[in-house]
């Protein structure tokens, strides 16, 4: 590792060297791009026997029939069952702390009804029918399938579909369990934007999706952005992001793991530290040193840290605030002696960590919130993945006689001033004479 940067929140050009640090394009490529508009255009045109060759061609996977792409309900059990007892138990532990979590982000069906008997509203329905992408293979990711998985099914949506593609036939047993556990109807061994392309469009065996959740690498990303409109997607995610606010009291090697947590995801991941202990910062950096070579993604987490990592020293914690604000970041911990004074005055952050003992870590698994999080500054404008991505509201209106008469008069004024006569004549034919 070359070292982490520092940067003072004092030094003149401070604000444009840290935009410049958080500055991550999204962007794959004109060849990606390419190949991924192909792979799109051959799953809508030829449907499954696209699928079979992608499948054979990408994941090195020979499947019979299109049949055999989908694993039955027994195996998702199976898988289930045989796990080791204390990774089982603690599948289903985070499962329900994720329901029980959920359960509070269910919107409800509203109205009320005027003077004139008009009544207005708002009706709130779950998708009919969800797709999650689940990265397969040797990587295991169960708790993407629970975060995905659960929200869904809290917000009533009929039929949950999940694509994991199944490189030369593996499949994880812990992704499986976690796709039954969190009852997943449907499961299919195909990945890349094959996976996203059947589910936006459908094929004979797989159907078609209203909505389309979970992470994936450039390929996926770029497929989710390509079918957005034909279907409904979470997010196009960037490199994963902690920021740490600390008063320089927490334990050093604390604060330097979970930087560590974040920069072993991959390079382009980003990991700061800000403080207005100077003293601590050089614990923290000294930390860094020492530890680093214990990791089993050291140098991975050492490019990411040089990259991308930084370690900022403010004037006080109402700049580190100010700071926060400014980055958006994905993930926020607050280690200091009084984090509720400092979360009031948090804006933009996906989610907020209190306190010195909530590790960023424990949000990835079981703590119950969602860990799929605007990241790349997006926390600006949008939120986590919660029960609400899986409900639509359709607005209610009910006129009486009498408010069609009232409304009638002001939309036919409005409706005539914007040279529309047939909204105007509409209106007015239900006015009372």
């Not at 070292?3 to 410049?20: C, K, M, N, Q, V």
């Not at 330097?256 to 800000?274: K, N, W």
């Amino acid at each position: 590792m070359s070292g982490i940067r520092r940067l003072d929140t004092g030094e003149p050009e401070f604000w444009s060297r840290l935009e410049a640090l958080l500055a991550w394009e999204p962007g794959a490529g004109e060849s990606v791009e390419q190949t991924v508009r192909e792979v799109l255009a051959a799953v809508r045109r030829r449907g499954d026997a696209a699928l079979l060759e992608y499948t054979h061609r990408f994941d090195r996977h020979e499947v019979a029939s299109p049949a055999d792409l989908e694993l039955p309900a027994e195996r998702l059990e199976a898988a289930r069952v045989a796990l080791p007892v204390e990774q089982r138990r603690a599948l289903e532990s985070a499962a329900r702390r994720l329901t029980a979590y959920a359960e509070h982000q269910r919107l409800a069906s509203w109205s009320y009804t005027e003077q004139d008997g008009t009544v207005l509203g708002q009706q709130v329905t779950p998708l009919d029918r969800v797709g999650i992408y689940v990265p397969g293979g040797k990587a295991a990711y169960p708790s993407s399938v629970l975060m995905s998985a659960v929200p869904a099914r809290v917000a009533g949506v009929s039929e949950i579909v999940m694509a994991v593609p199944a490189p030369e036939g593996a499949l994880n047993p812990l992704v499986l369990a976690a796709a039954a556990i969190a009852g997943v109807d449907r499961v299919f061994t195909i990945g890349g934007a094959q996976a996203i392309a059947a589910m936006a469009y459908g094929t004979a065996t797989v159907p078609r999706v209203d909505k389309i959740v979970g992470p994936g690498n450039r390929y996926v990303a770029t497929a989710k952005g390509l079918v957005f409109g034909t279907v409904g997607i979470d997010m196009i995610a960037g490199p994963s992001e902690i920021l740490v606010i600390c008063d320089g009291r927490t334990d050093p090697e604390w604060i330097a793991m979970d930087l560590f947590s974040q920069a072993e995801h991959d390079e382009d991941a980003q990991a700061i530290l800000a403080t207005p202990d100077t003293a601590f910062l050089d614990a923290v950096e000294d930390a860094v040193r020492r530890l680093l070579p214990q990791m089993e993604r050291a140098e991975l987490i050492g490019r990411a840290l040089a990259r991308r990592g930084a370690l900022i020293r403010v004037r006080d914690l109402a700049e580190a605030v100010e700071v926060a604000n400014f980055i958006a970041p994905e993930h926020l911990e607050l280690s200091v002696a009084d984090p509720e004074s400092l979360a009031g005055r948090i804006r933009h952050a996906g989610a907020v960590f209190l306190g010195r003992y909530t590790a960023e870590a424990l949000g990835d698994y079981c703590a119950g919130p969602n860990h799929v999080l605007p990241t790349a500054r997006t926390a600006r404008f949008s939120s986590p993945l919660g029960v609400y991505d899986f409900q639509k509201r359709s607005s209610l209106i009910g006129c009486s006689a009498q408010g069609a008469a009232t409304l009638g008069r002001t939309a036919a004024t409005l409706a005539r001033g914007e040279g529309l006569t047939a909204h105007a004549r509409s209106a007015e034919y239900r006015m009372k004479k």
